[in-house]
């Protein structure tokens, strides 16, 4: 089983999630070099992962800095998956505890940059 395993491995795709992960622990960011030495990437690699996840949207570079970092669009890939459960029911049953704790009305919402929604 373990031979078969290692026909379907993609090398290049666990690097760009290994990176993903990396800079998911550094929010101000990495360069390069520092992305190749500690996850021990060779630099042509590194580049061309950095460079196609940043073309397609889910790292930022800063020119100034030279730093990677990862940008919203992993959240919202995430959010997307939340579709396979309805999140007002996992929170109702929340809400009625809080609800009945302080007697009082409690509401749910999310809170985006410029709105709320109820």
Same mark, same amino acid.
């Given at each position: 089983?373990?031979?078969?395993?290692? %026909?379907?491995?993609?090398?290049?795709?666990?690097?760009?999630? +290994?990176?993903?992960?990396?800079?998911?622990?550094?929010?101000?960011?990495?360069?390069?070099?520092?992305?190749?030495?500690?996850?021990?990437?060779?630099?042509?690699? +590194?580049?061309?992962?950095?460079?196609?996840?940043?073309?397609?949207?889910?790292?930022?570079? %800063?020119?100034?800095?030279? =730093?990677?970092?990862?940008?919203?669009?992993?959240?919202? /890939?995430?959010?997307?998956?939340? %579709?396979?459960? %309805?999140?007002?029911?996992?929170? /109702?049953?929340?809400?009625?505890?809080? =609800?009945?704790?302080?007697?009082?009305?409690?509401?749910?919402?999310?809170?985006?940059?410029?709105?709320?929604? /109820?």
């Amino acid at each position: 089983m373990e031979k078969q395993e290692e %026909n379907y491995k993609v090398p290049n795709l666990e690097k760009g999630i +290994a990176i993903l992960e990396y800079l998911s622990l550094r929010p101000g960011g990495e360069t390069l070099q520092d992305i190749k030495a500690d996850l021990d990437i060779s630099q042509t690699t +590194a580049y061309r992962i950095l460079n196609t996840l940043v073309r397609l949207g889910y790292l930022l570079y %800063n020119e100034e800095t030279k =730093r990677y970092k990862l940008s919203r669009k992993l959240l919202t /890939l995430g959010f997307r998956s939340l %579709n396979e459960h %309805n999140l007002l029911e996992t929170v /109702l049953p929340r809400l009625r505890d809080l =609800r009945d704790l302080v007697e009082e009305t409690a509401c749910f919402g999310v809170l985006g940059s410029k709105k709320g929604f /109820l």
